[in-house]
């Protein structure tokens, strides 16, 4: 080999060869996983149907009981656990809730049985389809939904929306066409008493405890959210400002500025993230992005001074924040919807 040769000595081509290997081993197990998991729950949902159409055949309920309770002894005997009485009518619910095959046969793709047993606890059906089509959508798993549904999600996003019936319309788009809307993404208020502050907090203490828990404060941001970083620097007619925090968010293809207030919110607030998201459109924003939208989290909020500034819709909105101390009032607010 002549002298000065680039080739690679053995050990390095060695490496280089078993990392290519080895990921081509963990993409095969992955699309071997999700193939196992969709036929699994298709199976679930056709053995759900068939049954149903049985027990359904019957004349009295006691006739469903005891085939049901048959059929589980039956299976269990030819194919070991997994086919409890309880699992066989889970997958009856199953097939009476999404009797379609067309609608199954793409969820069965993006959620595990564990998340539709999840899912089947929920009893009103707008909220249940709710939280299929955000745990579709984002990929939750049963941890992360189990914590959706303990912090109200739901009903949090239905208070940001101001109605039902508008969720469900973006729910419906977001099934149909995958498209995240802002009345979707952002919601309010944001719970963040993980983050332990002090009843008494300045706007500095509350970004710091934001940074240091910023992997917490993006999961409860939702899905899909980047964090790009703090203290945006602004300059407008040669003075400076700053932006407290600065995201992207993908589905939206969009910056997102967020603004830190501690206190009430006030009419100047508006006017700032409207001059802070005009710059990021003029400066920052990319060709194939869409306009910025901005979120001024505060303490506290009035609803005349919301509607009249349009903060509940449109590219900027106020959202609450809430720390340990002020989670009971968000309790009695969504007792008081319930």
Not at 39 to 49: D, N, Q
Not at 190 to 196: G, T, W
Not at 278 to 294: A, F, M
Not at 318 to 329: F, I, P, S
Request: hydrophobic share 40%; proline share 4%; charged share 30%.
């Amino acid at each position: 080999m002549p002298d000065g040769s680039t080739d690679p000595s053995p050990d390095v081509a060695s490496d280089a060869l078993f990392g290519d290997v080895t990921e081509l081993i963990e993409r095969a197990r992955a699309r071997a996983a999700s193939a196992v998991n969709t036929e699994l729950v298709m199976l679930y949902w056709s053995i759900g149907r068939r049954v149903r159409e049985d027990v359904l055949g019957g004349e009295r309920a006691e006739y469903g009981s005891r085939t049901v309770q048959r059929l589980s002894e039956q299976l269990t005997q030819c194919y070991g656990r997994g086919w409890s009485r309880q699992n066989i009518e889970r997958m009856m619910r199953f097939a009476e809730w999404i009797p379609d095959i067309q609608k199954c046969s793409p969820l069965a793709g993006k959620l595990t049985w564990t998340n539709i047993g999840e899912l089947l606890t929920i009893s009103e059906q707008p909220k249940r389809d709710f939280y299929l089509a955000m745990c579709a959508h984002e990929g939750w798993t049963k941890r992360t939904l189990r914590s959706r549904v303990s912090s109200k999600l739901y009903e949090r996003t239905v208070a940001a929306r101001g109605s039902a019936e508008g969720v469900e319309a973006d729910i419906e788009a977001l099934a149909k066409k995958g498209a995240m809307t802002p009345a979707i993404v952002f919601r309010d208020p944001y719970v963040l008493d993980f983050l332990d502050l002090p009843p008494e907090h300045s706007e500095s203490q509350l970004e710091r405890a934001i940074l240091d828990e910023v992997e917490r404060f993006m999961l409860e941001l939702g899905a899909g959210f980047t964090f790009v970083g703090r203290q945006k620097r602004v300059i407008v007619d040669g003075k400076d400002y700053h932006l407290d925090l600065l995201f992207y968010h993908r589905g939206m293809r969009c910056l997102v500025a967020i603004e830190l207030k501690t206190r009430d919110l006030e009419p100047g607030d508006y006017g700032q993230m409207t001059l802070y998201l005009r710059w990021l459109d003029r400066y920052e924003r990319l060709p194939q992005e869409e306009s910025p939208v901005g979120i001024i989290l505060c303490a506290r909020k009035g609803a005349q001074q919301v509607e009249l500034l349009g903060l509940d819709s449109g590219d900027v909105r106020a959202a609450q924040y809430l720390t340990h101390e002020a989670r009971e009032q968000l309790q009695r607010r969504l007792a008081a919807l319930e």
